[in-house]
C-alpha cells in the first residue's frame, strides 16, 4: 500500500470513528478517535498473541511507512498552527502577554528542570544507567504544552476568558523555547557538543525571534496580498499560502516554522479579517479553516492511537510508562504554582487558575514526534536490549495518551467550576457598582 493510500485510509477511519462517536457516545470528537485507535491497537495486539489473526506487523509497517515525526512537523503542524493563530483574540492577548510570557519560558523551562532531576534520581534507583542529560531531554519534550491539543480539546469547552487566554497563548509560544531545550539538549547528549551561553543565546534568537521575525513580515506579505482582491474563492486560497509555500521557507532559512505560523495567523484574523477581506470571505473564513483542522487533527490522533503498534515493550518500560504520568504533572503544577505566585501580587485571577492550567497543559503529536527523532542503537539495558529511545518513546507515549484520555476528558467539571465562581463573584460586585470580578482587579 502506497504513502497516499495509506493516510486516505487513516482518514476514512477517523471520520468513520468520529460519526460512530457523534451517534453513539457523544465524547469530544478528538479523544474519541484517540480511545478507538488504541483499542483498535489492543484488539490487534490481543488477536495475535492468541493467534486469531495476526496484522500487528502489517499495520505497524504501514504507519512507519508514513514517518509520523516528518509527517507532522513537516506536514501538518503549519496547518494546525495557523488555524489556532487565526481564532486568537488579540487585545485578550496584550493584556496577559506577560502571564503568556513567563509561562512559556519560566514554566517550561522549571519543569524540564524538575522532570530531569526526579526520574534521573528514580533510574539510579532500579540501578539503570540513564544518564542525566538524557532525563532532561525527555523534560525538555514533555514540558511544553501541545497547542494542537490544547486547542483541540480544551478550548471548546468555554473557559473562563482569563484562563483560556493563558492557556492557549502559553501552548502556542512555549513551542519556540521547548525546541531551543530540545535542540541544545539533544546536541550534547548525541552530539558531543557542550552547551554554552553563546551558543544557546544565537540558537534562540534565530529559531524563536527569528521566527517570530518571519511571522510578522509573512503575515504581512499575505495581509497585502489578501487585501489586493475582492475574488472570495482567491481569499481563501491565499491563505493557505501561508502554511504551505511560508511553513516550507521557514524550514530553509532555519526560524521556527511553528512560531511563524501562530504568528500570521494571529494578524491574519485580527487584521485582514477586519480590514482586508470581502464579506463573503469573512463569513466564511472560519468554517474553511474549522474543517481543515478538524480533518488533520482526526488523522492527527488516530495516528497518535496506532503508534502502540509500533513500540515492543519490556517489564522496565512499564514501570517508567506508571512513574513518568505523575513525575509530569508534578512538575507541571510546581511550575505553574511558581509562576503564580508571582502573578498575584499583582492580579486577582480564578482560585482554579493553577488547577485548570495544571490538569489543562495537555501534551499532544509535537512530544511524540521529537521523542521518536532520538536516534536508536545507545543501549542502557544490556541484557534486554533496551536503548535510549524506546525508554524516551515509552515515556513520551503513556504522558500523552494519560493527558488526552484522562485529562482532556475530566477537566469539564474543573471548568464549570470556575465559571460558576466567576459568575458568583461578579453577581455582588453588580450589585454593589463593583464589576471587575474575580480576575481583573488590580492590587
Not at 534507583?125 to 540513564?130: A, Q
Not at 531531554?137 to 514533555?142: N, P
Not at 472560519?286 to 478538524?294: A, K
Not at 521529537?370 to 542503537?377: F, I, N, T
Request: charged fraction near 15%; hydrophobic fraction near 55%; include cysteine.
Amino acid at each position: 500500500m502506497t504513502v497516499y493510500a495509506t493516510l486516505c485510509s487513516l482518514a476514512a477511519l477517523a471520520m468513520m470513528i468520529a460519526f460512530i462517536n457523534s451517534k453513539v457516545g457523544r465524547m469530544q470528537v478528538t479523544i474519541a478517535i484517540t480511545a478507538g485507535a488504541l483499542i483498535l491497537s489492543l484488539l490487534i495486539v490481543i488477536a495475535g498473541k492468541a493467534g486469531w489473526f495476526s496484522l500487528k506487523i502489517v499495520a505497524a509497517e504501514a504507519i512507519d511507512r508514513i514517518n509520523f515525526e516528518t509527517f507532522l512537523l513537516n506536514g501538518m503542524l503549519g496547518f494546525l498552527l495557523f488555524a489556532g493563530g487565526l481564532g486568537i483574540k488579540l487585545p485578550n492577548l496584550k493584556a496577559q502577554k506577560w502571564e503568556i510570557a513567563i509561562l512559556a519560558l519560566v514554566g517550561t523551562l522549571v519543569s524540564t528542570v524538575l522532570i530531569g532531576g526526579v526520574l534521573w534520581q528514580f533510574f539510579r534507583l532500579l540501578g539503570v544507567e540513564f544518564d542525566l542529560v538524557y532525563c532532561l531531554l525527555f523534560g525538555a519534550l514533555i514540558s511544553p504544552t501541545d497547542p494542537i491539543a490544547v486547542l483541540a480539546i480544551v478550548k471548546k469547552m468555554q473557559a473562563p476568558e482569563q484562563i483560556s487566554v493563558q492557556i492557549e497563548g502559553e501552548s502556542l509560544f512555549n513551542d519556540g523555547f521547548g525546541l531551543v531545550l530540545f535542540v541544545t539538549l539533544f546536541a550534547v547528549a548525541f552530539g558531543g557538543e557542550a552547551p554554552t551561553w553563546g551558543g544557546i543565546s544565537r540558537l534562540f534568537i534565530h529559531e524563536a525571534i527569528g521566527g517570530i521575525l518571519y511571522g510578522l513580515a509573512l503575515g504581512l506579505l499575505f495581509h497585502t496580498l489578501i487585501s489586493s482582491t475582492d475574488d472570495h474563492s482567491m481569499e481563501l486560497l491565499l491563505t493557505l499560502g501561508i502554511p504551505t509555500g511560508g511553513y516550507v521557507l521557514a524550514s530553509v532559512l532555519e526560524v521556527s516554522g511553528p512560531l511563524a505560523m501562530v504568528v500570521s495567523g494571529i494578524i491574519i484574523g485580527n487584521w485582514t479579517r477586519h480590514t482586508g477581506m470581502s464579506d463573503e470571505t469573512r463569513n466564511h473564513l472560519d468554517n474553511f479553516w474549522e474543517l481543515v483542522d478538524e480533518f488533520l487533527n482526526g488523522v492527527l490522533f488516530l495516528l497518535i492511537g496506532l503508534t502502540l503498534l509500533t513500540f515492543s515493550f519490556h517489564e522496565e518500560d512499564w514501570i517508567l510508562m506508571v512513574v513518568s504520568i505523575p513525575v509530569v504533572l508534578a512538575a507541571r503544577y510546581l511550575s505553574v504554582r511558581l509562576c503564580y505566585l508571582g502573578f498575584s501580587r499583582y492580579r486577582r485571577y480564578n482560585p482554579l487558575s493553577v488547577a485548570i492550567l495544571t490538569w489543562g497543559g495537555l501534551r499532544g503529536g509535537l512530544a511524540l514526534a521529537m521523542a521518536m527523532s532520538v536516534p536508536s542503537g545507545i543501549i542502557v539495558v544490556a541484557d534486554k536490549g533496551i536503548d535510549v529511545r524506546e525508554i524516551l518513546l515509552v515515556m513520551t507515549y503513556s504522558v500523552v495518551v494519560f493527558s488526552i484520555l484522562v485529562q482532556g476528558s475530566s477537566i469539564a467539571p474543573l471548568i464549570q467550576r470556575a465559571n460558576r465562581l466567576e459568575q458568583d463573584a461578579v453577581a455582588p460586585g453588580m450589585a454593589g457598582g463593583d464589576t471587575h470580578g474575580v480576575h481583573s482587579g488590580q492590587r
